[in-house]
């Protein structure tokens, strides 16, 4: 089935460091791929998403790249401020069955230090 | 928009007992997602209703859990004899139509089982 594969669960950093998340994903058809952020105490919330291969989602100085080739779609960040110290998921919708529920990856954990 | 409504925010049961979640959803999405969210699992996809009819329960436990949407303005999550590892924040998600689009979460609610 449809799966998403976030590699690291924890990121320590300082601020105005550079961010990098790594997400692959698994799928039989042409999937959507999101990227939402979950503040403590909060739901996620979507941060962007891409539908079309080498489509750049971006938001909040965050940007990722549809990668079909590489089946990835790794989140980026040129300086982290201490305030985007949040949990992280990268989440896959398949189109071509619209019966199906979206499926999101472990999740990783940032923490920026001032 | 008061955005996806989850009642209690905090709910703690003994051991055996029974516990109601309960989602109201954005007025006209038609879509309904419930997760689980523990440290050690992550994000857990349990079930899924679109237009009120249920169309994917994969994730939901075979025995206690149950789920309903006797209407489009609420959800409600039943688990029955809880057991200390249902202890968990549940989340409910809604979105306008299906899979593909984004979801939005409620706050979640939080269920300590002693």
């Known amino acids: 089935g449809d799966s998403v594969t976030q590699t690291e669960g924890q990121v320590a950093l300082s601020e105005e460091d550079f961010l990098t998340i790594h997400c692959n994903y698994s799928?039989?058809?042409?999937?959507?791929l999101f990227w939402y952020v979950q503040y403590p105490g909060e739901g996620p919330q979507l941060l962007f998403r891409?539908?079309?291969?080498?489509e750049k989602g971006s938001s909040r100085g965050f940007e990722a790249t549809y990668d079909k080739g590489t089946t990835s779609f790794h989140l980026r960040k040129a300086s982290v401020q201490e305030s985007d110290s949040a949990v992280y998921y990268c989440?896959?919708?398949?189109?071509?069955?619209?019966?199906?529920?979206?499926?999101f990856g472990a999740g990783t954990k940032l923490s920026v230090k001032p | 928009n008061a955005g996806v409504i989850q009642t209690p925010r905090h709910k703690v049961t003994g051991k055996g007992q029974e516990a109601t979640l309960w989602c109201e959803p954005i007025?006209?999405?038609?879509?309904v997602f419930w997760y689980r969210q523990t440290i050690v699992q992550g994000l857990e996809f349990l079930t899924y209703f679109r237009n009120q009819a249920p169309i994917d329960d994969s994730g939901m436990p075979k025995e206690r859990f149950s789920a309903q949407m006797p209407n489009q303005s609420h959800s409600t999550l039943k688990i029955q004899s809880t057991q200390p590892q249902d202890s968990a924040v549940y989340l409910c998600?809604?979105?306008?139509?299906?899979?593909?689009?984004?979801?939005?979460f409620g706050p979640g609610t939080r269920l300590t089982v002693l």
């Open positions: 799928a039989s058809g042409y999937p959507t």
């Open positions: 989440a896959l919708s398949e189109t071509t069955n619209n019966n199906n529920a979206p499926r």
């Open positions: 007025s006209g999405h038609s879509a």
């Open positions: 891409a539908s079309r291969d080498k």
């Open positions: 998600a809604s979105s306008l139509d299906w899979g593909r689009d984004e979801q939005y």
